[in-house]
């Protein structure tokens, strides 16, 4: 892939990477994703952008979940590549970077939208405007990750992170390139010069693999989860931390001690009741974030740390309904998913953002 074609100053540690990796790489957002942040409104932008590195406050349980990932799920640490993809501008990096080492959170560096270019350029419609950015921002990065790896992506729904992470999905499985992903992304509204890029850089892309495994959508719009099942298995809407933790722990990425350390996270800093948790936990097994053999498995060992109810006569032996409804991806493979007219469809209603 030619990274000249694109502008994105990726950071260093990404063109590092070792070639032969075959581990996972891990890309997540920022705002509402891993800081609690508020930036709906121009009082809440200016709010974040001048409050301390000691002030922001965390999702619930998020930097856990990020420093377990790092770690992995086996006996020896393996540190997994984590970086970050934010709209923040760069100006912000000193205070993003205070935050992440009060959070214990490593990293392998963290990919700014540059808005005062915007500014200058009296392109203000920009500043808002996130298909473009995050979509070339993700294929730069791409450009450097061994083609070995497997992904795992970070987001949430108040902005567009459902449609970009699927974007991409579709762009590296070669589902949309070319001509197809130039009309969808006017379609989106995306600005003719990141068009420009992006197409530019998935036509460098060779092969029609997609690494992406995981896409986790933090939810804090209202929108009911089920409005995400449209985007295929791949994609985890979660309403917290927990929901995360178990879908993680099921796939071995994560150890059974970071989930307790999520839950009591939850339950001494957030205000969160145990029967709460077993409750969301009980609702993720319904939509199919992880079965529930997987809550079974752990459910006594969170109920001797005081973080969930212990089951009640009979309840581990109980099953829930199976009919989930994360919807199978299959409905948008190979040529359906390529037409431009079903594409409009499945990422139309994306522009209620």
């Known amino acids: ?58 999702v619930p349980g998020f930097s856990i979940v990020l420093r377990a990932l790092r770690r992995g799920g086996g006996i020896q640490p393996q540190e997994n590549p984590l970086f970050f993809v934010s709209a923040s501008p760069p100006q912000m990096r000193q205070t993003l970077l205070s935050k992440m080492q009060i959070d214990g959170v490593e990293h392998n560096g963290i990919v700014f939208k540059d808005q005062l270019v915007h500014v200058r350029n009296r392109a203000f419609k920009k500043l808002k405007e996130q298909i ?14 061994p083609k070995g790896a ?34 969808l992304l006017q379609f989106l509204g995306v600005f003719p ?91 993720g097994a319904l939509r199919g974030l992880y079965g529930i053999e997987t809550l079974r498995k752990l459910w006594m060992t969170l109920a001797t740390a005081f973080i969930i109810p212990e089951p009640q006569e009979g309840e581990l032996d109980s099953t829930l309904p199976t009919s989930v409804t994360r919807l199978s991806r299959h409905r948008w493979a190979d040529g359906e998913a390529s037409d431009i007219r079903s594409l409009k469809i499945r990422y139309g209603e994306e522009l209620h953002y």
């Open 1 to 58: 892939m030619d990274i000249s074609k694109s502008i994105i100053k990726l950071p260093h540690a990404a063109k590092e990477l070792n070639p032969d990796y075959s581990g996972y790489v891990v890309i997540s957002d920022i705002d509402k994703t891993y800081l609690a942040t508020q930036i709906d409104s121009i009082g809440g932008l200016l709010k974040t952008a001048f409050e301390t590195a000691e002030s922001k406050d965390t």
């Open 132 to 145: 473009g950015y995050k979509l070339e921002a993700l294929l730069a990065l791409w450009a450097y990750i």
């Open 150 to 183: 497997k992904l795992i992506l970070f987001g949430d729904d108040s902005e567009s992170d459902p449609a970009i992470y699927s974007l991409f999905s579709d762009v590296l499985s070669d589902r949309a390139r070319g001509p197809v992903l130039d009309e």
């Open 193 to 283: 010069e990141e068009r420009r890029r992006i197409v530019g850089l998935s036509n460098d892309i060779q092969g029609q693999f997609d690494p992406i495994d995981m896409i986790f959508i933090n939810l804090v719009s209202g929108i009911n989860p089920n409005f995400y099942s449209k985007f295929g298995p791949q994609l985890f809407a979660t309403e917290n931390s927990m929901q995360v933790a178990l879908a993680l722990f099921e796939r071995g990425l994560i150890r059974e001690r970071a989930v307790k350390s999520i839950g009591r996270e939850l339950l001494l800093y957030y205000d969160y009741s145990p029967q709460g948790i077993l409750d969301s936990l009980k609702s």
